[in-house]
């Protein structure tokens, strides 16, 4: 009796064990188990989101999020590509920001930021430029950037910019060309004297890509001011503006409301020469650089100069520009990519196809560009004067002289009203006077919305 009831107890001891080391082993693989995923999440969960609102493709953006994630290890971006829907994009973001869900970053390419100011909607850049060590304004075109300021905030960052010029006809009049060369800038108005003042055009328009609604819309801060909530349409300055516009500039595209696009003149003597018979002057987006080219003193069109406002500011065009939500509670990672996107780092062997608003990208990359025309031009059998650097270097002196002017960025609100009245006002529906009225009542009463 006493031994059976030493091997019960010696039986139970040994289910005892059996059963605490089991639990053991089931407690340590419940362990292991959990204990990955949850260091996996806190990984996760100690990483800050950046989140980019884009519309229109920026330069290689994946790329360059892959470039500031490598330093920013601690950072991941995510980018809401709207793929160019821009009515999608422009109501959904607008919706968005209203509600305080929109993302960090925006494309501010295509809706009307003055309005999302107005309204506290967007972030001042001004202040996080200012209290960033790292931030140097010499490294910067500041010109550039200070042209965006809206009621001295800093709403859009424009981290690429281009201005547009325009040659003369070489072939037409040498008093022309010397009135026009005496020139550094020249404004819309300057530019209607010369053609006025020309006895004989021989049926020549100003310029194939001005018209009536294009100069009007490149020149609305004349007439148009937003921060005041002004606006100065029923002027004698004005309807001497339109009417001028009106008689000298190219009749194709005000006639059907349509807006004259900046191509520029064509490469091929022949297609210039032809074009030489219709127009005075000719436009050209200052980021093709062969403009500036020293051979084109020769050529059909010559001497290339930017295009300014009548204060003599040069009208700039921002290519790509951003804005950050104010709602963001990452604002200062927001402006520290904002900021790297600018960068030659984060460009490095990417084209840019416009003007970098950091000074140290400008250089490299435009320095790039025009030796690549060079030397394609060379192969295709065009005759460059001097040695490829040498080439290089004047015409970036010449686009030093006019990359450090005072700029002025055109805003604009209301942009059909404007093409319907101005349509119907170059296809005699309208007098000058009555477009005129019906554009200061109209926007009168939209500034005080």
């Known amino acids: 009796m006493q031994r059976r009831l030493i091997v019960y107890l010696a039986i139970i001891l040994v289910m005892t064990l059996l059963l605490t080391a089991g639990c053991r082993t089931i407690q340590n693989r419940e362990d292991s188990v959990s204990d990955i995923p949850f260091e996996e999440e806190q990984k996760v969960s100690e990483k800050q989101i950046l989140t980019v609102a884009v519309c229109m493709d920026y330069y290689k953006m994946d790329l360059i999020i892959e470039r500031f994630t490598a330093l920013h290890p601690d950072v991941i971006v995510e980018v809401d590509n709207y793929k160019g829907d821009e009515e999608k994009y422009r109501l959904q973001v607008k919706t968005q920001l209203l509600s305080g869900t929109a993302a960090d970053i925006m494309d501010a390419m295509i809706f009307e930021e003055e309005k999302l100011s107005d309204n506290g909607l967007l972030a001042d850049i001004y202040p996080l430029m200012k209290n960033d060590p790292d931030f ?89 001011d937003l921060e005041s909530k002004q606006c100065y349409f029923n002027t004698p300055e004005f309807i001497d503006f339109i009417c001028n516009a009106k008689n000298c500039t190219s009749p194709r595209k005000a006639a059907d409301g349509e807006l004259g696009l900046r191509f520029g003149p064509k490469l091929y003597r022949a297609d210039q020469e032809y074009y030489a018979k219709q127009y005075l002057f000719a436009d050209a987006a ?11 003193e020769e050529e059909v069109f010559t001497h290339y100069i930017p295009i300014t406002n009548k204060q003599g500011k040069i009208l700039q065009y921002c290519t790509k520009r951003l804005c950050i939500n104010e709602a963001s509670k990452n604002k200062g990672l927001a402006w520290e990519f904002i900021k790297f996107l600018t960068t030659p780092q984060a460009n490095e062997n990417i084209y840019q196809p416009s003007f970098s608003v950091n000074r140290e990208l400008y250089k490299t990359s435009i320095s790039s560009n ?65 477009a005129a009225s019906e554009l200061q009542n109209r926007f009168s009463l939209i500034l005080m919305e």
Do not use: H
């Open 136 to 224: 140097k304004e010499k490294d910067y075109f500041m010109n550039v950037i200070d042209a965006m300021a809206y009621k001295g905030k800093l709403i859009i960052f424009p981290a690429c910019w281009s201005y547009n010029t325009i040659g003369v006809n070489n072939l037409f009049s040498a008093e022309l060309i010397k009135r026009f060369a005496a020139y550094e800038t020249i404004s819309y108005g300057q530019l209607y004297d010369l053609y006025n003042s020309s006895e004989e055009t021989g049926g020549r328009s100003l310029c194939e890509n001005i018209d009536l609604i294009s100069a009007v819309i490149e020149n609305a801060n004349s007439f148009i």
């Open 286 to 296: 200052s980021t093709i650089p062969f403009f500036f080219f020293p051979y084109l």
């Open 370 to 434: 025009i030796a690549e025309f060079v030397d394609d031009w060379r192969k295709m059998g065009l005759e460059i004067a001097g040695e490829t650097a040498g080439v290089v270097e004047e015409v970036m002196v010449k686009l030093a002289v006019y990359n450090d002017m005072p700029m002025e960025n055109t805003r604009i609100v209301q942009y059909d009203i404007i093409v319907d009245l101005l349509t119907s006002f170059y296809n005699d529906v309208l007098t000058a006077e009555q």
